[in-house]
């Protein structure tokens, strides 16, 4: 069966051989044009300062022809780069680049906006502030700016930064009721103690945060700049970590809940916000999705200690297996949480999955409903996995990738924040005098971005790409999630392949796809029929990944397929999922962790995001290619060993 491409998908991309080459020329072009006669045209009256003579001058075409020869040169080498077009690139979280993002990109490019703030970004500046709107859309966060509740995003250079501006934010929220009591502000219905201050919900912080600017703005000039700075030279932005607990000897460094499967972006984070990593608990998992009973056995254990918690993080699609975890049970534990006295903010790293969102958003941002959203599938979405969605508009924050399910450039990644009131506690000079809540004082506000965000300058030529696509693309069903749901269709016909595969290869090899995919994430386990040992069977794994990476010794051409690996562990997948996938693979369990290669599964992992794979023009179905070639694989290797 080969299911439909939705027609307007064809124009999105490039393509596979190029396809799409002249519209993609044209647009280059254009807009290179459009550039130098907005040049031509700013003071018509300022002649050219490059005489007109200059390109016949020996010195001009010896510059000239030492860059064509180093441009040559860089171009010649980039052929050697990964085939991420190509329906046979089955690896890593990458593919083909839409074609309204590298176009917006490459127009602003010579603009050189910068988005550190309005003054060097007067167009693009704005355009990031609504890019992070219509992310907060797509997520289920409210997104209009008229409310003072609404959410606020905005770019980085990839997950890591954003998950990292998630601590940040979380931190200082956290610590700011702390701060609070340390100045001794009048007024405000501060908690009793230390403790209770710095155990208050997100919520709860930026209520009082908002009481504190409403009483700041009561007080006369003079006293109203004393208070700010008697309360600024008790926060933990200005003492350090070590200053502020130092003050505080009833309180500990808070710790931070991930499971195990979380991105080692969260290991960096904590190191760099000075936390230390001894402070990042990882939480085991059940099938790569978080164990919500050892989340809660955690808290409770937290609670039972006085050990602050800052934040649980939940992750809406694992970068080594696709897999979503259960975000409507983690903010159900932390409501129950926040009664019992221990708040938390909750976030979730959909650094992978964010996009996912798209197939569950009507066009006025409402959530489809299962049936709805299934109508497209054999499988997708689970029960768990459309109730996850549901459930991201109630967290904290958020941190996608647009670089990644976006299908946008590198050098994309997004933060969302729930309620953008708690941005004012990131700022570097004092954000107290906004108050308003119209979408004027909304985008004023963040016009000053690089106050807010933990780079500095940061091209603005992003935020254009970005937003440009999202207005081709809006986030929504009909939209952008008919690319996401031709990699699901295409994922589904994969894993029922998968299957096939097993039964064809029996002879030679166990082959098991080791948990069902939650999005367009594919693992599969194989073991040379007849062993017993882990080690034996991860090496075999290793050598098939060998052929299916790159290899800039040889040329590209002679790679078949591309797909990476990843591996399994005990903790991640929890004891029952270990023996059961062990026995499936007829694997002797005490082989698990006998020697060094034998503590983890080794297994292939196809990320499918080309939406080519399936290649309706031409009746080929780059699946069966790859389970053909991976058959073929299979048994040259398995009668080698022989
Ligand atoms: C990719 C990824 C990250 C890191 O993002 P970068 O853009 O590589 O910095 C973080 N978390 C998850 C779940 C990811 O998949």
């Known amino acids: 069966m080969i299911p439909n491409v939705p027609p307007a998908l064809d124009a999105c991309f490039l393509g596979p051989y190029g396809e799409n080459a002249d519209l993609r020329e044209q647009l280059v072009v254009d807009f290179l044009r459009d550039h130098v006669y907005w040049r031509r045209n700013f003071h018509p009256e300022d002649p050219p300062a490059i ?85 907060a859309k797509m997520l289920g966060y409210v997104h209009d700016p008229k409310r003072k509740d609404c959410a606020f995003g905005h770019l980085t250079s990839g997950g890591t930064v954003a998950n ?91 710790v931070v809940l991930a499971p195990t499967t979380a991105h080692y972006s969260w290991s960096k984070g904590m190191k760099l916000l000075g936390l230390g990593r001894a402070q990042l608990r990882l939480m085991p998992a ?39 975890d259960p975000i409507d049970g983690l903010v159900a534990l932390r409501e129950h949480h926040v009664e019992q006295g221990l708040g938390f903010a909750v976030h979730v790293d959909a650094a992978w999955g964010g996009y996912l969102a798209t197939m569950f958003r009507n066009e006025d941002g409402s959530l489809r409903p299962l049936p709805a959203v299934r109508d497209s599938f054999r499988h997708f979405p689970s029960p768990p996995v459309h109730a996850a969605v549901a459930a991201l508009g109630r967290t904290d924050s958020i941190t996608v990738d647009p670089h990644k399910l976006g299908y946008l450039p590198y050098g994309a990644g997004a933060f969302i924040c729930r ?114 040992s882990l080690a034996q069977m991860n090496a075999f794994v290793r050598a098939l990944h060998d052929e299916l990476r790159i290899d800039p010794s040889h040329p590209l051409q002679f790679k078949e397929f591309f797909g990476s690996m990843t591996t399994l562990k005990p903790d991640a997948l929890g004891e029952d999922e270990t023996r059961r996938i062990l026995q499936a693979l007829g694997l002797d369990p005490h082989t698990l962790g006998q020697d060094e290669d034998g503590d983890r599964i080794v297994i292939l992992r196809h990320t499918l995001m080309n939406p080519y794979l399936i290649d309706q023009e031409n009746g080929i179905s780059y699946i069966d290619r790859y389970f053909d ?14």
């Not at 800052?310 to 979503?324: D, H, N």
């Not at 058959?631 to 022989?642: H, I, K, Q």
């Open 51 to 135: 005489p007109t003579h200059a390109a016949a001058r020996p010195d001009y075409q010896a510059f000239e022809a030492r860059l064509r020869r180093e441009l040559h040169q860089l171009s010649a080498a980039l052929k050697k780069s990964v085939p991420f077009h190509s329906p046979r690139y089955l690896g890593h979280m990458v593919s083909d680049l839409l074609i309204p993002g590298l176009a917006a990109q490459i127009l602003t490019l010579p603009y050189n906006p910068n988005n550190v703030s309005e003054d060097a970004a007067p167009v693009t500046v704005d355009l990031e502030v609504q890019v992070g709107l219509q992310l």
């Open 164 to 254: 990292y501006q998630a601590l940040r934010l979380a931190l200082a929220l956290k610590a700011f009721p702390v701060a609070l009591r340390a100045a001794e502000v009048p007024d405000l219905d501060l908690p009793d103690d230390d403790r209770a201050a710095f155990h208050l919900a997100p919520a709860a912080g930026i209520a009082l945060l908002e009481r504190w600017q409403d009483w700041l703005a009561s007080q006369a000039n003079g006293e109203r700049r004393r208070w700010r700075e008697r309360v600024q030279e008790q926060r933990i932005e200005h003492l350090g970590i070590a200053g502020f607990f130092a003050r505080h000897d009833s309180l500990r460094v808070p």
């Open 286 to 324: 059940r099938g790569m999705r978080l164990d919500l009973e050892a989340v809660d056995a955690e808290l409770r254990r937290c609670a039972a200690v006085r050990q602050p918690v800052l934040m649980a993080v939940g992750v809406f699609g694992s970068t080594e297996y696709g897999t979503i």
């Open 419 to 532: 309620d953008h009131r708690a941005m004012a506690l990131l700022a570097e000079e004092a954000d107290y005098v906004f108050h308003g809540a119209t979408p004027q004082d909304y985008l004023a506000r963040y016009r000053s971005l690089g106050q807010y965000i933990p780079e500095g300058s940061k091209s603005g030529s992003m935020a254009a790409a970005v937003y440009v696509t999202h207005q081709v693309l809006p986030l929504d069903h009909r939209h952008f999630g008919q690319l996401p749901r031709q990699t699901i269709v295409n994922t589904e016909a994969f894993h029922a392949r998968a299957q096939r595969f097993a039964t064809e290869v029996a002879a030679h090899a166990r082959v098991m796809v080791p948990f069902a995919p939650d999005s367009n994430l594919v693992c599969l386990a194989l073991n040379p029929a007849g062993n017993r």
């Open 629 to 642: 070639f991976l058959a073929r694989r299979v048994r040259e290797r398995v009668a080698a060993a022989a």
